[in-house]
């Protein structure tokens, strides 16, 4: 809200205080400022001066040498002006003046003919281009009568002006208005707060002469229509001081008829319009709900088309306004106009931004409609449209009015206990000082009985409750001066849950492990199923559907977060970017229904992916790493072939106790293409909901090996298709105890050993915690494994 | 025999002295010292000695003897050092190369951030809690005393599921939630992904993250409100960090404040980037809970009171690390990420 400051002066006595200090206090009543703009743009030294003479240049046709009076002095300008005559009045920018685009004048000469000063346009003054006259856009900005001579342009102009821009709080439409704004001020400051006086002179014929009649028939989205006619108008350009007013406040001048309901509006918040009562079929108004598929062109002439949930105005043919957004151009004031009606009326404001919105339209009116107005305020901005109308001569004010209103907005009375006050703001303010701050605000407050009444007048249609007042005395007073107090009582120790305390854990040693972390959207495109190749009736395609998403690739919330990871891995692989190790934690979500009747499930995933640098091996070292540092051991690797997703020989699910943790493999070379990635990458899947239940973090002290531990080798030549996994079970079960720990060193498929076969080395550390083991009693063991290898998998010794 | 030894004692010494390893110097060790050494040999004969020359020549072979050791000792010892030091120099590296490539990974800044700032508020005894990302519209809008009218309810700006259900649009329905659990005394933050309809830019993000503060219980004030956000103003940015409660207006809180904070840039003298006001403006929204909200969920707001905030993450991980484009939070570009 665009608030210029000598405006708000008239209603609220702020002399001496300065603009800064106005803007800085208010911000902190709750009115925070936008921006502080001086109209000046920082001009300097532009003055009144007179043309006393033109001549032409000798060297240059479209130059002429000026005379110009600045009454201490006469100057020599050269100008290539073309619309200046002698006796005009213009403004001139002497040696060392200043222009808002950072012009600086200099002494010079133009041709050889010496100059000493500029004469300037409205435009080089950085005059609000809707103030420019039509004829001086193209020329020098000619003064519209006679000033003195040597006067600073700036009075001359207005542009020692300010304007203050302020963002208003939804909840406070009072304060769209410059009296609402004064109001404020006056709290702020301590300073009297006055109401402009509604009055008109002389009011002639009666309204029915002129008007049929308003009916209104959806009453559900006109709470009140109040209306008013002017006779015998003239429509003309309004005075400068109307024009200079609108422009600084944001709103481009067009005819005093409409100038007047833009003022008034500016002035008291609610949006008026004015209709030429002549092109009012029948001069019959209707407020009703618009036909499906009815047109208007509005004034902006743009034909929009409505619908039945919109409100329209019309006359007994068709719409004549979309109401509280914008009149049509079939009933708009013209130069021909002679009758007008102004309408006053108070639309729902959740149908004025619906059909704002709807239409891609929104307007001054509509955008104070859409935050509610006080429906007691119609009668009085009518009435002041026509005073207005009276002062600057646009016309006679008919006698009478219409007024559709039938619930009737009352004022509130709300009690406030004074000790709630301390008891939420924690301030020492006497009730007294809290009458006194109320009243500041129009808040009509009296004790009674120990507690404050107040009465809310109907423009504070957000006060409801004792709390609101409290929100009140506590501005104004000023949140600043509260002092912080720590907060007393039990003592709190700060917790967190245990699955945000395992994912601490997992981040840690991913981080540890050279990954990074990612994050990503929790929408998806639906499209990303068929990308990864997953079979038409997976359960991962059973999606949650988003009704209004931004577009397709943000549409249906992700059931698994492969695809985002594939999305990242293959962005990377675009950017040139060697090697990717990354992982993402974060939801799924999982739907019973479809359509979705309750809150879906959701399900904390980790997904890892890694391309560069990786293959099968390192993202299964990875996992398992992670693994141990959550305490689960013993998780089994089973060949997963049927995921479309991965490569069938590469692929296995994360078995613990019977429950599936997730799924990890090398993608699918298809997938990998749908991509656009021309690398191998891989990828695990891990539930850490289920994970969790398999976590164990305490750690306990084992004691270290006493005795000390002996290792033999051995090396077998098997079946290719034999998993490694079973000859370690073999092993395993064959050494029982005595076993500490077996390591896979050496896997060979090659020239030097038959086809089919390969070569596995294992090295295999016994230990006994009873006694020192001889070499004997390890033999006895050794040899018994190496026999039962041979005989359930057929394993051979490889030489 | 007194001669025979002086001569071993001068032969061995002058032969160690010759000496050039260890090698050799082990050879005279067998020389003159070995079981059929030349020492030894003397000592042998010692049996035709008389009773009275006998312990005479055996001390002075003992003293030869013990000669011969030390100097054999001390020139190996010698020896070792001068091959050590030989070693040693041999060993030099260019300590200038680069180191061998052990791969680091990087927390996301955004997520690290958010986490940063629950650890502060944990620290100061609030317990982390989660809500889901998926909400319903009674958590999200009408039990935080949304209005039925409000422009934020619209499709335009929030994301609808049916309509009953929707991606939540800011955090403070899991403050619904942990009210309706628990009883107070209640001090919790939540932090997490929040939606909104807006167009990804460089500013805007359809997800985006907020962290969200909840405290109620008996005599909960303002004050109480305005300590907490100074503090951990003061422990997120620095102990210089001003701080400022604009009054505001939110449906869920009475009354209700913005925060701004000295200009992240110039610490509130006053630069380009805060417009010369020195305050970074609406860093944070704030208030006391709403007395509706309270009953909403089953508190009596006669005898409990509490504050509530929020703030946005990716605003504050942005200024944290300067980061000028919201987008490069989500692209996850591993050169992006490689700098956190």
């Given at each position: 809200?665009?608030?210029?400051?000598?405006?708000?002066?008239?209603?609220?006595?702020?002399?001496?205080?300065?603009?800064?200090?106005?803007?800085?206090?208010?911000?902190?009543?709750?009115?925070?400022?936008?921006?502080?703009?001086?109209?000046?743009?920082?001009?300097?030294?532009?003055?009144?001066?007179?043309?006393?003479?033109?001549?032409?240049?000798?060297?240059?046709?479209?130059?002429?040498?000026?005379?110009?009076?600045?009454?201490?002095e006469k100057l020599q300008i050269v100008t290539g002006a073309k619309n200046i005559n002698v006796g005009d009045y213009v403004p001139v920018a002497l040696v060392g003046a200043k222009l808002p685009n950072g012009m600086k004048i200099k002494k010079g000469k133009l041709r050889g003919v010496e100059s000493v000063g500029m004469l300037c346009s409205g435009q080089e003054l950085g005059i609000n281009e809707n103030l420019i006259l039509k004829s001086l856009k193209d020329g020098i900005y000619?003064?519209?009568?006679?000033?003195?001579?040597?006067?600073?342009?700036?009075?001359?102009?207005?542009?020692?002006?300010?304007?203050?821009?302020?963002?208003?709080?939804?909840?406070?439409?009072?304060?769209?208005?410059?009296?609402?704004?004064?109001?404020?001020?006056?709290?702020?400051?301590?300073?009297?707060?006055?109401?402009?006086?509604?009055?008109?002179?002389?009011?002639?014929?009666?309204?029915?002469?002129?008007?049929?009649?308003?009916?209104?028939?959806?009453?559900?989205?006109?709470?009140?229509?109040?209306?008013?006619?002017?006779?015998?108008?003239?429509?003309?350009?309004?005075?400068?001081?109307?024009?200079?007013?609108?422009?600084?406040?944001?709103?481009?001048?067009?005819?005093?008829?409409?100038?007047?309901?833009?003022?008034?509006?500016?002035?008291?918040?609610?949006?008026?319009?004015?209709?030429?009562?002549?092109?009012?079929?029948?001069?019959?108004?209707?407020?009703?709900?618009?036909?499906?598929?009815?047109?208007?062109?509005?004034?902006?002439?743009?034909?929009?088309?409505?619908?039945?949930?919109?409100?329209?105005?019309?006359?007994?043919?068709?719409?004549?306004?979309?109401?509280?957004?914008?009149?049509?151009?079939?009933?708009?004031?013209?130069?021909?106009?002679?009758?007008?009606?102004?309408?006053?009326?108070?639309?729902?404001?959740?149908?004025?931004?619906?059909?704002?919105?709807?239409?891609?339209?929104?307007?001054?009116?509509?955008?104070?409609?859409?935050?509610?107005?006080?429906?007691?305020?119609?009668?009085?901005?009518?009435?002041?449209?026509?005073?207005?109308?009276?002062?600057?001569?646009?016309?006679?004010?008919?006698?009478?009015?219409?007024?559709?209103?039938?619930?009737?907005?009352?004022?509130?009375?709300?009690?406030?206990?004074?000790?709630?006050?301390?008891?939420?703001?924690?301030?020492?303010?006497?009730?007294?000082?809290?009458?006194?701050?109320?009243?500041?605000?129009?808040?009509?407050?009296?004790?009674?009985?120990?507690?404050?009444?107040?009465?809310?007048?109907?423009?504070?249609?957000?006060?409801?409750?004792?709390?609101?007042?409290?929100?009140?005395?506590?501005?104004?007073?000023?949140?600043?001066?509260?002092?912080?107090?720590?907060l007393i009582g039990t003592l709190t120790k700060g917790e967190k849950s245990f699955a945000r305390i395992i994912e601490d854990n997992i981040k840690d040693v991913l981080v540890g492990l050279g990954l990074n972390q990612i994050t990503t959207y929790s929408f998806i495109s639906p499209k990303v199923f068929d990308k990864v190749n997953l079979p038409e009736n997976s359960i991962k395609r059973q999606y949650v559907k988003l009704m209004n998403p931004l577009g397709e690739d943000y549409s249906?919330?992700?059931?698994?977060?492969?695809?985002?990871?594939?999305?990242?891995?293959?962005?990377?692989?675009?950017?040139?970017?060697?090697?990717?190790?990354?992982?993402?934690?974060?939801?799924?979500?999982?739907?019973?229904?479809?359509?979705?009747?309750?809150?879906?499930?959701?399900?904390?995933?980790?997904?890892?992916?890694?391309?560069?640098?990786?293959?099968?091996?390192?993202?299964?070292?990875?996992?398992?790493?992670?693994?141990?540092?959550?305490?689960?051991?013993?998780?089994?690797?089973?060949?997963?072939?049927?995921?479309?997703?991965?490569?069938?020989?590469?692929?296995?699910?994360?078995?613990?106790?019977?429950?599936?943790?997730?799924?990890?493999?090398?993608?699918?070379?298809?997938?990998?293409?749908?991509?656009?990635?021309?690398?191998?990458?891989?990828?695990?899947?891990?539930?850490?909901?289920?994970?969790?239940?398999?976590?164990?973090?305490?750690?306990?002290?084992?004691?270290?090996?006493?005795?000390?531990?002996?290792?033999?080798?051995?090396?077998?030549?098997?079946?290719?298709?034999?998993?490694?996994?079973?000859?370690?079970?073999?092993?395993?079960?064959?050494?029982?105890?005595?076993?500490?720990?077996?390591?896979?060193?050496?896997?060979?498929?090659?020239?030097?050993?038959?086809?089919?076969?390969?070569?596995?080395?294992?090295?295999?550390?016994?230990?006994?915690?009873?006694?020192?083991?001889?070499?004997?009693?390890?033999?006895?063991?050794?040899?018994?494994?190496?026999?039962?290898?041979?005989?359930?998998?057929?394993?051979?010794?490889?030489? | 025999?007194?001669?025979?030894?002086?001569?071993?004692?001068?032969?061995?010494?002058?032969?160690?002295?010759?000496?050039?390893?260890?090698?050799?110097?082990?050879?005279?060790?067998?020389?003159?010292?070995?079981?059929?050494?030349?020492?030894?040999?003397?000592?042998?004969?010692?049996?035709?000695?008389?009773?009275?020359?006998?312990?005479?020549?055996?001390?002075?072979?003992?003293?030869?003897?013990?000669?011969?050791?030390?100097?054999?000792?001390?020139?190996?010892?010698?020896?070792?050092?001068?091959?050590?030091?030989?070693?040693?120099?041999?060993?030099?590296?260019?300590?200038?190369?680069?180191?061998?490539?052990?791969?680091?990974?990087?927390?996301?800044?955004?997520?690290?951030?958010?986490?940063?700032?629950?650890?502060?508020?944990?620290?100061?005894?609030?317990?982390?809690?989660?809500?889901?990302?998926?909400?319903?519209?009674?958590?999200?809008?009408?039990?935080?005393?949304?209005?039925?009218?409000?422009?934020?309810?619209?499709?335009?700006?929030?994301?609808?599921?049916?309509?009953?259900?929707?991606?939540?649009?800011?955090?403070?329905?899991?403050?619904?939630?942990?009210?309706?659990?628990?009883?107070?005394?209640?001090?919790?933050?939540?932090?997490?992904?929040?939606?909104?309809?807006?167009?990804?830019?460089?500013?805007?993000?359809?997800?985006?993250?907020?962290?969200?503060?909840?405290?109620?219980?008996?005599?909960?004030?303002?004050?109480?409100?305005?300590?907490?956000?100074?503090?951990?103003?003061?422990?997120?940015?620095?102990?210089?960090?001003?701080?400022?409660?604009?009054?505001?207006?939110?449906?869920?809180?009475?009354?209700?404040?913005?925060?701004?904070?000295?200009?992240?840039?110039?610490?509130?003298?006053?630069?380009?980037?805060?417009?010369?006001?020195?305050?970074?403006?609406?860093?944070?929204?704030?208030?006391?809970?709403?007395?509706?909200?309270?009953?909403?969920?089953?508190?009596?707001?006669?005898?409990?009171?509490?504050?509530?905030?929020?703030?946005?993450?990716?605003?504050?991980?942005?200024?944290?690390?300067?980061?000028?484009?919201?987008?490069?939070?989500?692209?996850?570009?591993?050169?992006?990420?490689?700098?956190?």
């Amino acid at each position: 809200m665009l608030i210029p400051v000598k405006w708000l002066k008239e209603y609220v006595d702020i002399e001496g205080i300065d603009n800064k200090e106005l803007a800085d206090r208010l911000t902190m009543s709750g009115s925070h400022v936008d921006s502080i703009d001086a109209l000046d743009k920082g001009v300097q030294k532009v003055v009144v001066g007179k043309i006393e003479k033109i001549e032409e240049h000798p060297d240059a046709n479209k130059l002429v040498i000026t005379t110009i009076d600045v009454g201490e002095e006469k100057l020599q300008i050269v100008t290539g002006a073309k619309n200046i005559n002698v006796g005009d009045y213009v403004p001139v920018a002497l040696v060392g003046a200043k222009l808002p685009n950072g012009m600086k004048i200099k002494k010079g000469k133009l041709r050889g003919v010496e100059s000493v000063g500029m004469l300037c346009s409205g435009q080089e003054l950085g005059i609000n281009e809707n103030l420019i006259l039509k004829s001086l856009k193209d020329g020098i900005y000619i003064l519209d009568k006679e000033y003195p001579l040597g006067l600073d342009i700036k009075e001359v102009l207005g542009l020692e002006n300010v304007v203050i821009d302020f963002e208003i709080t939804p909840n406070r439409s009072d304060c769209l208005s410059i009296v609402g704004m004064a109001r404020e001020t006056a709290a702020t400051f301590g300073k009297e707060f006055k109401y402009p006086a509604i009055k008109i002179e002389k009011e002639e014929d009666d309204i029915a002469d002129y008007l049929e009649g308003i009916e209104v028939e959806d009453k559900d989205l006109c709470k009140r229509y109040y209306a008013r006619v002017i006779k015998d108008v003239e429509v003309k350009p309004s005075p400068l001081w109307l024009r200079r007013k609108l422009a600084e406040a944001g709103v481009r001048p067009i005819n005093n008829i409409v100038d007047i309901t833009n003022y008034v509006m500016l002035e008291l918040g609610q949006p008026l319009h004015a209709f030429d009562l002549d092109k009012i079929n029948d001069r019959k108004v209707i407020v009703r709900r618009a036909l499906e598929g009815e047109k208007i062109t509005t004034l902006d002439d743009i034909e929009r088309t409505l619908n039945n949930s919109m409100l329209a105005i019309s006359d007994t043919k068709s719409a004549i306004a979309v109401a509280g957004v914008m009149g049509g151009a079939n009933s708009e004031v013209s130069g021909d106009s002679k009758a007008i009606l102004i309408e006053s009326a108070n639309f729902s404001s959740r149908n004025v931004r619906l059909t704002s919105r709807a239409i891609g339209l929104r307007t001054d009116a509509s955008s104070r409609f859409e935050k509610g107005l006080d429906p007691n305020l119609a009668e009085l901005a009518c009435n002041r449209a026509c005073q207005l109308v009276e002062k600057i001569e646009a016309g006679i004010v008919v006698n009478g009015h219409i007024d559709i209103y039938d619930d009737i907005v009352e004022e509130k009375v709300i009690y406030l206990r004074p000790h709630r006050v301390k008891a939420l703001l924690d301030i020492d303010i006497s009730v007294d000082e809290m009458v006194k701050i109320l009243n500041r605000l129009d808040l009509e407050a009296t004790v009674v009985e120990g507690k404050i009444e107040v009465k809310v007048p109907t423009f504070r249609q957000d006060i409801e409750l004792e709390a609101d007042l409290i929100e009140e005395i506590g501005r104004i007073y000023s949140f600043d001066k509260i002092k912080p107090i720590p907060l007393i009582g039990t003592l709190t120790k700060g917790e967190k849950s245990f699955a945000r305390i395992i994912e601490d854990n997992i981040k840690d040693v991913l981080v540890g492990l050279g990954l990074n972390q990612i994050t990503t959207y929790s929408f998806i495109s639906p499209k990303v199923f068929d990308k990864v190749n997953l079979p038409e009736n997976s359960i991962k395609r059973q999606y949650v559907k988003l009704m209004n998403p931004l577009g397709e690739d943000y549409s249906v919330m992700r059931t698994t977060l492969i695809p985002n990871m594939l999305e990242v891995l293959a962005r990377n692989y675009n950017h040139g970017v060697k090697k990717a190790w990354a992982f993402d934690i974060g939801n799924i979500f999982k739907t019973t229904s479809i359509p979705v009747k309750s809150l879906p499930k959701e399900e904390k995933m980790l997904c890892i992916g890694m391309y560069g640098e990786a293959d099968y091996y390192d993202i299964k070292g990875v996992l398992d790493s992670m693994l141990e540092k959550l305490g689960i051991s013993g998780q089994e690797y089973l060949r997963e072939e049927n995921h479309n997703s991965f490569h069938p020989g590469r692929t296995a699910n994360i078995v613990k106790d019977n429950h599936v943790l997730g799924i990890i493999g090398e993608i699918h070379p298809d997938v990998l293409e749908n991509y656009g990635l021309k690398e191998r990458a891989y990828i695990a899947e891990v539930s850490l909901e289920i994970a969790q239940l398999h976590v164990n973090l305490k750690r306990k002290y084992k004691e270290l090996p006493k005795y000390p531990a002996i290792t033999r080798d051995i090396a077998l030549v098997l079946d290719e298709e034999i998993l490694v996994k079973d000859i370690e079970r073999i092993i395993l079960a064959t050494g029982k105890q005595l076993i500490e720990e077996i390591k896979l060193f050496d896997v060979y498929i090659g020239e030097q050993i038959p086809k089919g076969k390969k070569s596995v080395a294992y090295s295999i550390k016994y230990r006994s915690h009873e006694k020192t083991l001889t070499d004997d009693e390890v033999s006895k063991v050794h040899d018994k494994i190496v026999n039962k290898l041979q005989e359930s998998l057929m394993a051979t010794l490889r030489a | 025999m007194k001669e025979k030894l002086k001569i071993i004692k001068e032969n061995a010494l002058e032969a160690i002295k010759k000496t050039s390893n260890l090698e050799e110097l082990d050879n005279i060790r067998v020389k003159f010292l070995g079981k059929k050494g030349e020492l030894t040999q003397v000592l042998r004969g010692m049996g035709k000695l008389s009773k009275e020359e006998r312990p005479l020549i055996g001390q002075l072979a003992n003293e030869v003897r013990e000669k011969i050791e030390n100097e054999l000792t001390e020139v190996k010892e010698s020896f070792k050092a001068i091959k050590k030091k030989a070693k040693l120099k041999s060993e030099k590296i260019d300590i200038s190369m680069s180191g061998k490539d052990k791969i680091l990974g990087h927390r996301h800044p955004l997520l690290s951030v958010k986490e940063e700032l629950e650890t502060v508020f944990m620290n100061m005894g609030f317990d982390v809690v989660e809500g889901p990302e998926i909400e319903t519209v009674y958590n999200n809008f009408d039990a935080l005393n949304s209005p039925e009218n409000h422009p934020s309810r619209d499709m335009s700006d929030t994301f609808y599921i049916t309509e009953d259900i929707l991606l939540r649009t800011h955090t403070s329905p899991v403050q619904i939630r942990i009210m309706k659990q628990r009883k107070p005394p209640i001090k919790i933050v939540s932090a997490g992904r929040t939606f909104r309809f807006d167009e990804v830019d460089d500013t805007h993000s359809p997800m985006f993250h907020q962290l969200e503060g909840l405290v109620i219980d008996k005599n909960i004030t303002l004050a109480n409100l305005k300590h907490t956000i100074d503090m951990f103003i003061k422990e997120i940015f620095g102990d210089d960090m001003q701080t400022r409660f604009r009054p505001h207006h939110f449906p869920f809180t009475e009354p209700s404040a913005e925060v701004d904070v000295s200009c992240f840039k110039c610490r509130g003298k006053g630069c380009e980037s805060c417009n010369g006001t020195g305050w970074s403006m609406e860093l944070l929204g704030c208030g006391m809970v709403h007395p509706k909200v309270l009953q909403n969920c089953g508190i009596d707001p006669e005898i409990y009171s509490g504050f509530a905030f929020g703030l946005g993450v990716d605003r504050i991980a942005m200024v944290k690390y300067g980061i000028n484009n919201i987008r490069l939070l989500f692209e996850n570009d591993m050169r992006f990420l490689n700098q956190f």
